[in-house]
């Protein structure tokens, strides 16, 4: 069975939003200051899924990521390259500027579960389409990767009102200053 995965960028405080500094917030750009090694290559362990998974990205994160990984030639931005891409917006946008990318059709909440009907659906950032995931209980797998800095302020993964979900441990691994979780929901 396939499954939804979401793997985020966050602080020890919750915050997931602008770990680059993209987005101009105050608070912003906490990832980088543990250096690149923090963020580069396959931190999520995601390896296999790259190959026969879906990445399902926000319009947003899709222009940020179409800047990066095309004309890079390292393992992981190759297999970026390859991977199937879905795209939500609520426009049209160009997606031309990166290979394998095409606009999600219909609804998301519609739509994910026929995604996932034939292959992993690979969340990487994308706030908004997190948080929906979450809200409607789509989501099978959380990988988390917590940087030990404080943000304060910012939107966080996870809403303040979210009904409760039981989820189980699947592993912890220490990755420089940072920590990589994999957490599965219970069924």
Request: aromatic letters at 6%; charged letters at 25%.
């Amino acid at each position: 069975m396939h499954q939804v995965i979401i793997s985020e960028f966050g602080t020890l405080d919750g915050v997931v939003e602008d770990p680059d500094g993209s987005g101009g917030g105050a608070g912003g750009a906490w990832a980088f200051r543990f250096g690149r090694e923090a963020i580069a290559g396959d931190v999520f362990r995601l390896g296999p899924l790259l190959e026969t998974g879906t990445v399902l990205l926000g319009r947003r994160t899709w222009e940020l990521f179409s800047q990066l990984w095309p004309t890079r030639t390292d393992p992981f931005s190759l297999a970026m390259n390859r991977i199937e891409k879905v795209v939500v917006s609520r426009g049209t946008p160009d997606l031309s500027g990166w290979d394998r990318s095409t606009l999600l059709a219909g609804d998301l909440l519609e739509e994910v579960p026929r995604l996932r009907d034939r292959s992993d659906v690979l969340v990487l950032g994308s706030i908004d389409v997190a948080r929906s995931l979450v809200a409607h209980d789509l989501v099978d797998e959380y990988r988390l990767l917590t940087f030990p800095t404080l943000a304060g302020t910012g939107r966080r993964l996870f809403e303040p009102d979210r009904r409760p979900a039981e989820l189980t441990l699947g592993s912890v691994e220490q990755i420089g200053e940072t920590v990589l979780t994999t957490h599965r929901r219970q069924r």
